[in-house]
């Protein structure tokens, strides 16, 4: 494990993260942060700043330097950043007038703290430079990688946080994680044991027990950055994408149960994991970005199949999370800057739709999910152009394939059904099955109406009767019971309610007039019976649906449709929240 731990620091970064990490390693240490880098904010050469007991039992006020990786003679001295000169900073500057009124009686012990070693032509320098400069109130350590390391097994990763026998399937995760096969069971394992199994269904815990639990959600934390980075250095940012969905709704779901909503620490540790999720989604982004923006990135010239055509819609999922997740910290301190990663993300996502054919042909009925979510982006962007080309690429193909009974999207989410369908091996009665619901196609219609095009709405709703015969066109709605499950695992079999079949009405105002009785009678709950849209942070049910495939609930479109009816019938296509 210690091995394991010192390869995950030595791919860190000084700024973001072992900055980020340090800190929660001392106040496990039980040395208490007094001071955090800040971007922009002279440090004086003094990273973290802390108060403690030292090895001897004294309290003390320790100043951390961060380097990241070995240290050589450059490092040493070497500019205005190097090591000899930082510590000549904190020397005649930080001791002298920056020091708390309260702490400058107190013995000083500086920590040049490195993710790597210090190496042989430099160790010499450094002795000699604390020999010269230690006095009986200041004193030099160097805490190297394997320390780090060290430190983070016993502290951060002790048998109270993660059980001797669990740390072997961490093991075995960061050994699978690169795999393209592999189900990520192992982590999930541990995930679960530290996030859900540990609910002793109390729910209102002592001060002890709430410190016990945001020392299991830091863990957490740590064990998605390791996954992270191997997932990373593997090749596969794929599985580091689910592992930080999976950690994110079990984070949530582990605030939930335990009504911990208004306990700072608790949901300033869900806050860390939620950016570490972003970062992931950043990497991925950066990563397989330029292959959405050719034609036929995805596919790479295979043609249309149900393979392909299933990773397309894969990566539609995933990209809209991405940019929804963009969207919601647009309501945040950098909001402008993640607004325009949004709309950056969304034009992606158009690019992505226009290169690859398959994003016309969806192959499941599930696939409902992916293309609520690309829709809800494309929306809250602003795109609603490029949604109603989409959307009529989407409803002309699919009709043709269920006209014809091929190729059409299949009610099952098995893939032997798929391919079965694919080369014809099933009779007419089998095919029958296959299609005989449909959630997509009510799908299409509701987004069409929350878009102005209601020409597309009525062209589907005059085939109701003669390709749609037969279909049985319905939805599943999200009730009371769904916020206990919707976290955690698929939720439409234990709650919910399914509104079948679906005849659509003739006139859009008599659609809109019927969405709005449904909101007004009550008949259907509010989005804010999610904890996580009360709180501000809707993207988590989205994000549910796509990591469990939960049908997308269409209380997320109902406020659009009944604005419809509010709004001048010549500003009805201006759809844009």
């Known amino acids: 494990m210690k091995l394991i731990v010192k390869e995950f620091l030595s791919q860190l970064k000084e700024s973001g993260e072992l900055d980020?990490?340090?800190?929660?390693?001392?106040?496990?240490?039980?040395?208490?942060?007094?001071?955090?880098?800040?971007?922009?904010v002279r440090q004086n050469g003094v990273d973290v700043a802390a108060v403690g007991r030292d090895k001897g039992g004294a309290k003390a006020l320790f100043l951390f330097v961060l380097k990241v990786g070995d240290l050589g003679r450059r490092d040493w001295d070497g500019g205005v950043n190097a090591v000899r000169?930082?510590?000549?900073?904190?020397k005649d500057s930080y001791l002298h007038s920056f020091v708390r009124p309260e702490h400058r009686s107190l013995p000083v012990r500086i920590v040049v703290c490195s993710t790597g070693q210090l190496k042989q032509d430099v160790t010499q320098d450094y002795n000699g430079y604390v020999a010269d400069n230690q006095t009986e109130r200041v004193s030099y350590e160097f805490w190297s990688g394997d320390d780090l390391a060290a430190l983070i097994e016993t502290h951060l990763l002790d048998e109270y946080a993660i059980d001797p026998s669990e740390r072997a399937d961490l093991r075995r995760g960061i050994a699978l994680v690169g795999s393209r096969d592999y189900d990520l069971r192992h982590v999930y394992k541990l995930l679960d044991a530290l996030l859900l199994g540990?609910?002793?269904g109390s729910v209102r815990p002592t001060t002890a027990h709430r410190k016990k639990f945001i020392r299991k959600l830091r863990t957490a934390a740590l064990v998605l950055e390791i996954i992270f980075r191997w997932a990373n250095e593997e090749g596969n940012l794929l599985n580091a994408f689910k592992v930080g969905e999976r950690c994110c709704l079990w984070a949530w779901e582990f605030i939930r149960v335990r009504e911990l909503f208004k306990y700072r620490p608790a949901m300033a540790s869900f806050r860390d994991i939620y950016q570490i999720h972003g970062r992931i989604c950043r990497a991925y982004y950066d990563k397989v970005g330029p292959y959405f923006m050719a034609r036929d990135g995805i596919s790479v010239y295979a043609g249309e199949n149900a393979l392909v055509t299933g990773k397309v819609f894969e990566q539609i999922g995933v990209l809209a999370e991405i940019g929804l997740v963009q969207l919601q910290n647009s309501s945040g301190e950098d909001g402008q800057v993640a607004a325009g990663n949004a709309d950056a993300i969304a034009k992606v996502l158009v690019s992505l739709t226009k290169n690859n054919p398959s994003s016309g042909s969806p192959?499941?009925?599930e696939n409902a999910i992916e293309l609520s979510m690309a829709f809800m982006l494309l929306l809250g962007t602003g795109n609603n152009e490029a949604a109603e080309a989409w959307l009529d690429e989407l409803a002309n193909r699919v009709s043709y394939c269920l006209r014809t009974s091929k190729c059409f999207p299949i009610s099952t989410d098995s893939f032997d059904d798929l391919v079965a369908l694919e080369v014809g091996e099933l009779t007419e009665e089998e095919v029958?099955?296959?299609?005989?619901?449909?959630?997509?196609?009510?799908?299409?219609?509701?987004w069409s109406v929350v878009f102005g095009h209601?020409?597309?709405?009525?062209?589907?709703?005059?085939?109701?009767?003669?390709?749609?015969?037969?279909?049985?066109l319905q939805l599943w709605y999200a009730d009371e019971a769904t916020e206990s499950l919707v976290y955690r695992e698929s939720a439409q079999y234990e709650s919910g309610t399914t509104e079948a079949p679906i005849v659509f009405p003739a006139d859009v105002d008599e659609l809109i007039?019927?969405?709005?009785?449904?909101?007004?009678?009550?008949a259907i709950v509010g989005l804010d019976a999610f904890s996580a849209v009360r709180y501000g942070m809707f993207v988590m049910v989205m994000m549910a649906c796509r990591h469990y495939r939960t049908p997308f609930p269409p209380q997320f479109w109902m406020s659009f449709i009944v604005a419809r009816s509010r709004v001048p019938a010549s500003d009805q296509n201006d759809t844009t929240p």
């Open 85 to 90: 000169a930082t510590l000549n900073q904190v």
């Open 198 to 200: 540990s609910h002793d």
């Open 432 to 446: 029958g099955k296959l299609k005989d619901l449909s959630t997509l196609v009510p799908t299409l219609m509701y």
């Open 513 to 522: 007039a019927g969405e709005k009785k449904k909101l007004d009678s009550k």
């Open 363 to 365: 192959r499941y009925d």
């Open 20 to 40: 980020r990490l340090l800190p929660d390693l001392l106040a496990r240490m039980k040395i208490i942060p007094i001071s955090r880098p800040q971007i922009g």
């Open 454 to 472: 209601d020409v597309l709405y009525r062209k589907l709703q005059s085939i109701q009767g003669s390709i749609f015969d037969g279909i049985c």
